[in-house]
């Protein structure tokens, strides 16, 4: 499985951005995949996630609930990040992850099984 993350960028305290993340699999499934990010000499950290093996159920940090939301598209196997109301302190590297473990959590980095490259959002006052 690869990833391909993308639609990250530079833009101002307040404004939007909307995150893809692309997966090419012939196999797909119904994974679980997530969105984390990190910024320099931090662990890597959850944003959201979305479990397609449960139908579809969405995960997130109870810090960014609001503001975020997750979505995706199983058929296109593709995975979104639509960022609202951006602060300073969202800028980072967003990833995307992917895993077909049994009983993932998706809060748990460890858990998954490919990522993407990353994709740098900067966040500017």
């Known amino acids: 499985v690869q990833l391909q993350a993308s639609g990250g960028g530079l833009v101002q305290v307040g404004d939007s951005l909307r995150l893809s993340c692309a997966a090419s699999?012939?196999?797909?499934?119904?994974?679980?995949m997530a969105w984390y990010r990190q910024v320099p000499g931090k662990e890597r950290e959850f944003v959201a996630g979305?479990?397609?093996?449960?139908?579809?159920?969405?995960y997130y940090a109870e810090s960014l609930k609001g503001r975020f939301t997750i979505s995706g598209d199983i058929g296109k196997k593709a995975l979104y990040l639509q960022m609202n109301s951006l602060k300073l302190e969202d800028t980072a590297v967003y990833y995307c992850?992917?895993?077909?473990?049994?009983?993932?959590?998706?809060?748990?980095?460890?858990?998954?099984?490919?990522w993407g490259q990353g994709t740098q959002v900067t966040v500017s006052s």
């Open positions: 699999s012939r196999t797909f499934g119904r994974p679980v």
């Open positions: 979305i479990n397609w093996g449960n139908g579809g159920r969405m």
């Open positions: 992850g992917l895993s077909r473990k049994r009983d993932v959590v998706p809060s748990r980095a460890t858990d998954y099984d490919y």
